[in-house]
C-alpha cells in the first residue's frame, strides 16, 4: 500500500485590503489498495488543538464517513462546532472522508444486475461489498492508525448504499468498528438481503456493547413505489428487529424525520447519532463548581458503558477549569486541576495554569 499526501482545496475570503488567509478543513491523503486494485482518496480532518504544542499528545476516536465527497465537510463541520464549548454531545474526534470511485460495487454486498428503465442496465459491478470490508481492516485502518494518534474507538457512518454497507458490516464483522451509524439504509437490496440476515443475527450474537443508530428519512406520497418499499423495509427493521432484543449487548436507537427526505437527512441525523452514541457524555457544567466530581464520574459511567476508556478533552477541562474559578469556588477549581493534571501529564498548559 503506498500513500500520498495534499492538502483538500480551500476556500478563500478577501474583505477590504485584508490580506487573504486560506481556511481549510482537512487534508487529503492519497492510498493504493492491493485489495481493490486501484487508487482510493481520503479527506481527514483532526482535532483543532491536534497539533498544538501546548496540549498534551493524546489519542482521538476515529469516525470513518462513506461517501466522504458528500459527506466529509459537514460531519467535518459538526465535530468542529459541537466540541468548542462546556457542553459537549460527544468528545473531539477524527474524522475521515472516504471518496468513492465505484460506491455501488464497494457498498453492496451481492451482484444484482437489473434492468431500469428504457431498458439500461443497472447495478452491473455490484457485490464488492466484502473486498472494500478487508480494504478497510487490512489497508485503511492500519494506514490511519499508523499516521495519526487514535484512541481505539472507531464508528462508521454510512448514508442510502452507505448505510446499507454499515449494516452489512455490523452482521459479517461486529469487531471492526466499536458503533455504527446508517442514514437511511437501503435494506431493500436483493430481496432485504441484509434485513433477513439480521433476523438470523439478533439472538444469537452478542454485540459486545457496540452501538446502532438507524435513521429513517421521509417520502412525499407522489414517489416511486421502489421509493416507498425503500422506507417500509428501514421501518420494518427499526420496528421488529432494531429494539428486539435489548440481551444481545447492542445499544440502538432510531428516528425517524418528518420534515427530511432521503437526500437531506445526513446533516440532522448524523447530529443525533453522535448525541446517542455519546448519550451521557455532556456535563452539567453549573454544578462542577461545587461537585467538581462530577467530570470524573461521569467520563468513568461513560467509559463502563462503551466498554473503552474515555477521557475528557484537554480543551473541555481547561475552560472548566476557568470557568469554575470564576464562580469563586478555588478549592473546587484547585481539585479540577489535579484531576486534568493526571489525566494530560504531558500538557504544558496545566503545569503552568494556576487557579489560586
Known amino acids: 500500500m503506498r500513500a500520498y499526501f495534499s492538502l483538500l482545496p480551500a476556500l478563500v475570503f478577501c474583505f477590504g485590503t485584508f490580506a487573504q488567509q486560506p481556511v481549510v478543513i482537512g487534508h487529503s491523503y492519497g492510498i493504493t489498495s492491493e485489495i481493490l486494485g486501484e487508487e482510493r482518496e481520503i479527506e481527514v480532518q483532526l482535532p483543532e488543538n491536534y497539533d498544538n504544542s501546548r496540549f498534551a499528545k493524546t489519542g482521538y476516536p476515529v469516525l470513518y464517513v462513506l461517501d466522504g465527497e458528500f459527506n466529509f465537510s459537514f460531519t467535518a463541520a459538526l465535530e468542529r462546532f459541537n466540541t468548542k464549548f462546556l457542553y459537549r454531545p460527544y468528545p473531539e474526534m477524527i474524522v475521515i472522508g472516504i471518496k468513492n470511485t465505484d460506491r455501488t460495487r464497494d457498498f453492496t454486498p451481492t451482484n444484482v444486475p437489473v434492468t431500469g428503465r428504457h431498458g439500461r442496465a443497472r447495478f452491473g459491478t455490484s457485490g464488492g461489498a466484502d473486498d472494500f470490508i478487508r480494504f478497510l481492516e487490512e489497508e485503511l485502518k492500519p ?114 424525520y418528518p420534515e427530511h427526505d432521503h437526500g437531506l437527512v445526513p446533516i440532522p441525523a448524523t447530529m443525533d447519532a453522535l448525541s446517542f452514541l455519546f448519550e451521557g457524555t455532556q456535563l452539567p457544567v453549573k454544578e462542577v463548581p461545587l461537585h467538581p466530581g462530577l467530570v470524573a464520574e461521569t467520563y468513568g459511567k461513560m467509559s463502563r458503558k462503551l466498554g473503552h476508556e474515555l477521557k475528557p478533552d484537554e480543551s473541555l477541562l481547561y475552560e472548566l477549569i476557568k470557568y469554575v474559578k470564576s464562580t469563586g469556588k478555588t478549592e473546587s477549581a484547585r481539585e479540577l486541576l489535579n484531576y486534568a493534571r493526571n489525566t494530560y501529564p504531558g500538557s504544558a498548559q496545566l503545569k503552568t495554569l494556576n487557579v489560586d
Open 143 to 256: 494506514f490511519v492508525n499508523s499516521e495519526f494518534r487514535t484512541d481505539g474507538y472507531d464508528i462508521l457512518l454510512g448514508h442510502s448504499f452507505g448505510g446499507l454497507f454499515t449494516v452489512y458490516t455490523l452482521l459479517e464483522h461486529p469487531e471492526l468498528f466499536d458503533s455504527y451509524i446508517a442514514l437511511d439504509p437501503s435494506l431493500w437490496w436483493d430481496d432485504r438481503l441484509v434485513y433477513r440476515k439480521a433476523e438470523d443475527l439478533w439472538k444469537t450474537t452478542d454485540f459486545g456493547k457496540k452501538g446502532l443508530f438507524v435513521a429513517l428519512a421521509y417520502e412525499a406520497p407522489e414517489n416511486a413505489k421502489d421509493r416507498f418499499k425503500h422506507g417500509k423495509t428501514i421501518r420494518d427493521f427499526c420496528e421488529h428487529i432494531l429494539m428486539s432484543n435489548p440481551g444481545n449487548n447492542l445499544r440502538t436507537n432510531w428516528k425517524y
